[in-house]
């Protein structure tokens, strides 16, 4: 049995858990014993039985590995634990035949799910709505996620969701307890807790407690079950995604494919709360302006579940007495907020994703606390480049830097001059007076999805950070001039004087002074190449990488190629030697197409299996 297993994935050329060689070198041992036992005459001996069951196991273990490689592959990049996917497994039938009632209920399945102008109407984005609300649970939770997704959800749809709320229930003080005890051990890490929430969301639940020491935090405690939860809903919205792109050309249009996996992959990063504590920690180091603050993590206490965070005094900015208690002037408030935005932004790289009135608050000494890191922007230097880049843009009114900031995203994006034409008619609208505008952003990326241009997420998340923004300015200073505001604070953060761009200029400098130095060796090298007649150019499109992917696949579909003209020719031998009268050559007709048979099925078999392996493992 053992040789059996082993042998099958050697041919094979896979790698197999324990349990699944075990299961297939038993099952396909125990069918060549049985294939052995009818096709052999009665009593044989030990010489005629163990070839003949074990060239049958041998093919049966082969054919069960890729019957199980092709059934049990991994369908998507994320596998939660044995117990989460039972539960799930459990569970997921009777929450997709509820949401299925659902959808039909509100005129999502059917006949009314005909064209992208139905699901993009105010009427349909109303429906959409409605269907979320009454399927609950994690539902809600991607209905918010989509609403800030303008680049992949019509605009009517996200007016609908904007302001989706979920109805939340609260977990009991008991199994909350269980859950701390659970995620800190038995001993009492607080002082204080108050088994009254101070809010409670669909991920998790807040509650007020008070250390050891005396310090007052703040507790945000995963809700008990939310991974089942997480886990039911993602595979039913995954299931629902496709099935509608299978079945109406508007789902296809919409790419509610794509759209579902963008909101899976969102909502599971927003489960580990040592993710959120790694997002709030980045953005206390990126906040270096005046009078901002970011509450500090308690890392010794905080877990994949569990978030402990310093307690802020503070109200809402929405609340205008809180504002006008502190003394500090409103639009010195409005002004400290946009450069600390704007400082994340362009020098940091990672900003608060999700600056609403809520989440930021005011204490008694004026200072602005931004809170709640579950959306987080990061940008890579890449993108962060070409930010720069576009930001120079927008405060100087020049369409050409917007363009070569957006080809940076993509080098085939359309000629230049098509670009600057509608940059220019954004600007022309947008700015006024020399500033800038947080909202020509949205502008910005309208024109990349236009031009199709890969329009990268962090980019979509900040601009709908910029216009989350400007209504929380306007809530604080409802006379702030959000375009001088920004343009002069931007001025600071992109120097375009002729002393910064000299700064721009040393530094470049500086980054290819090793190739500046090694340039003129290299040009001697080749002008001496050139005069000794010893320089060749020669372009041979076969010797690079490529061309060893390129000899991989003729490599595979001959050898799948062989192994078909092989069963084919078996096939035929076994045919002559059943017409053939009998004798020897009817007998050598018949063992040579029994092993060309084995043989050309070994080969196709070991091509399945590397295909479904593939698929599994793209990388």
């Known amino acids: 049995m053992i040789v059996v297993s082993l042998g099958a994935g050697r041919i094979l050329g896979v790698r197999r858990g324990f349990l699944r060689a075990a299961v297939t070198g038993l099952l396909g041992t125990l069918v060549g014993l049985a294939v052995a036992a009818a096709l052999l005459p009665p009593a044989p001996t030990a010489s005629e039985v163990l070839p003949t069951a074990f060239g049958f196991a041998l093919l049966a273990a082969m054919i069960l590995s890729v019957s199980l490689e092709a059934v049990l592959r991994p369908r998507g990049p994320r596998r939660g634990s044995l117990r989460t996917r039972v539960r799930t497994f459990l569970t997921v039938g009777g929450r997709l035949w509820e949401v299925a009632r659902t959808a039909r209920r509100h005129g ?27 399927c609950g649970g994690m539902f809600v939770k991607f209905g918010q996620i989509a609403s800030t997704r303008s680049d992949l959800v019509p605009a009517p749809v996200i007016a609908a969701l904007g302001d989706l709320q979920a109805d939340v229930r609260r977990v009991p003080p008991a199994q909350i307890r269980e859950r701390l005890v659970e995620e800190l051990g038995p001993d009492e890490v607080f002082a204080e807790f108050s088994a009254e929430p101070l809010a409670a969301a669909s991920i998790g639940q807040t509650h007020l407690a008070v250390l050891p020491s005396g310090e007052p935090v703040v507790v945000k405690i995963r809700r008990p079950g939310i991974e089942v939860s997480v886990a039911r809903d993602s595979a039913v919205l995954r299931w629902a995604a496709r099935a509608a792109a299978r079945r109406s050309a508007a789902a296809r249009r919409l790419g509610l494919v794509p759209l579902a996996d963008e909101l899976i992959r969102s909502i599971d990063g927003e489960l580990s709360y040592l993710a959120e504590a790694a997002s709030a920690r980045a953005l206390a180091e990126a906040t270096t302006e005046p009078g901002i603050r970011i509450p500090a993590v308690h890392t010794e206490l905080s877990t994949d579940g569990v978030l402990v965070l310093e307690r802020v005094d503070g109200c809402p900015v929405s609340d205008a007495d809180a504002v006008e208690a502190t003394g500090v002037p409103r639009a010195a408030l409005a002004e400290r907020l946009l450069g600390a935005f704007l400082a994340q932004v362009m020098t940091a790289g990672v900003f608060h994703a999700d600056p609403h009135p809520g989440n930021v608050l005011i204490d008694p000494e004026g200072v602005l606390w931004l809170i709640d890191f579950g959306a987080v922007g990061i940008i890579d230097p890449v993108s962060m480049d070409a930010l720069q880049l576009m930001a120079a843009g927008l405060a100087t009114r020049q369409p050409a830097l917007i363009s070569r900031a957006m080809r940076a995203f993509a080098p085939d994006a359309p000629p ?14 947008q700015l006024h007076a020399g500033g800038f505008d947080p909202r020509s952003m949205q502008d910005v990326i309208a024109i990349m999805q236009h031009h199709r241009i890969p329009v990268p997420p962090t980019l979509t998340l900040l601009g709908r950070a910029l216009v989350t923004l400007e209504g929380t300015l306007r809530a604080i200073d409802p006379h702030v001039d959000l375009a001088a505001a920004a343009a002069g604070r931007l001025g600071s953060t992109v120097d375009l004087s002729p002393e910064g761009t000299q700064d721009v200029v040393q530094r470049e400098l500086v980054r290819n002074l090793p190739t500046l130095r090694a340039l003129p060796g290299l040009v001697e090298d080749v002008v001496l190449q050139l005069r000794a007649g010893s320089a060749r150019l020669q372009v041979d499109a076969f010797s690079n ?33 059943a017409l053939a009268p009998a004798g020897a050559p009817a007998n050598t007709l018949t063992a040579v197409g029994y092993i060309g048979l084995v043989v050309s099925a070994v080969m196709l078999l070991r091509v ?5 392996r593939r698929e599994a493992d793209p990388d």
């Open 545 to 577: 990488p490529g061309s060893r992917v390129v000899s991989r696949w003729l490599d595979r579909a001959t050898f799948a190629l062989v192994g078909a003209v092989g069963l084919v020719a078996s096939a035929v031998m076994l045919v002559g030697a």
């Open 608 to 612: 399945v299996a590397q295909i479904l």
């Open 108 to 134: 999502l399945a059917g006949p009314r799910l005909a064209s992208r102008a139905a699901l993009s109407s105010p009427e349909g984005a109303q429906r959409i709505r409605r269907f979320l609300e009454d």
């Open 416 to 429: 230049t001059q098509a670009l600057e034409a509608e940059i220019s008619r954004v600007l022309s609208a």
